[in-house]
């Protein structure tokens, strides 16, 4: 069966300090790899994607995601939280592209603390 | 830079009657979707939409809902007779003609059932 893991439901960091955010696919197939945020009462923001290209991708806002076929994750990372940081992660996985829609995982709510 | 637009960005209904949530999909963008995100849970795949039919849908997309392209350009999602679980945010995706699987989405309808 394929499936997305986000392997944090809440991730507390202080602001300035590093962030990292889990997130583990199964899959038959070499997926496509997508990081998306939820700001409160927003709608959803491409972060990064990964399509079989560089294994790490850098993203907007200084996100960056480390693709490692062997662990099956696909991690978010950045060096320096910002208060603005704070948001809802969702891992995505496209399995087959086209027709079948995103598979998101269940998020992670990242709080920065002051 | 284009983007996907959806109207109503809040609908109240009661329990019963009909809906009809809107969207306007990338000039050039083909496949369409619609997913469906309840409070504090995560985006789920309702239905994919290609060359004027449905291609895929998830379980959830029983026959209660329907989706059409009437006039060529809004993408609509139609909800037959409401019930109180059908109150979620409802997300508009299209898809990139770039190969790389990227969904664009808009800023969801959020539709609450009384």
């Known amino acids: 069966a394929q499936s997305v893991t986000q392997l944090d439901s809440h991730v507390s960091v202080s602001e300035g300090t590093p962030v990292l955010l889990r997130c583990n696919y199964s899959?038959?197939?070499?997926?496509?790899l997508f990081w998306y945020v939820q700001h409160p009462n927003k709608g959803l923001q491409l972060l990064l994607k990964?399509?079989?290209?560089?294994?790490l991708v850098k993203g907007i806002n200084g996100f960056e995601a480390e693709f490692k076929k062997s662990e099956t994750s696909f991690h978010l990372t950045k060096p320096s939280a910002h208060m603005s940081d704070a948001a809802e992660y969702f891992c995505?996985?496209?399995?087959?592209?086209?027709?079948?829609?995103?598979?998101f995982g269940k998020g992670t709510h990242l709080i920065i603390q002051p | 830079e284009p983007e996907v637009t959806q109207t109503p960005s809040h609908q109240v209904t009661q329990m019963g009657q009909e809906v009809i949530l809107r969207c306007v999909p990338i000039?050039?963008?083909?496949?369409f979707y619609w997913y469906r995100q309840i409070l504090g849970q995560k985006v789920e795949f309702l239905v994919s939409?290609?060359?004027?039919?449905?291609?895929?849908k998830s379980e959830i997309f029983d026959d209660q809902f329907s989706v059409e392209r009437p006039d060529g350009s809004n993408f609509t999602l139609k909800i037959r007779s409401t019930k109180l679980e059908d109150s979620a945010m409802y997300f508009c995706?299209?898809?990139?003609?770039?190969?790389?699987?990227?969904?664009?989405f808009g800023p969801g309808t959020r539709l609450t059932v009384t």
């Open positions: 995505v996985v496209s399995f087959t592209g086209g027709a079948d829609g995103l598979t």
């Open positions: 899959s038959s197939y070499s997926p496509s």
């Open positions: 990964y399509t079989s290209a560089a294994t």
């Open positions: 000039s050039n963008h083909l496949y």
């Open positions: 939409f290609y060359n004027n039919e449905i291609s895929e």
């Open positions: 995706a299209t898809l990139a003609p770039t190969g790389n699987y990227e969904q664009y």
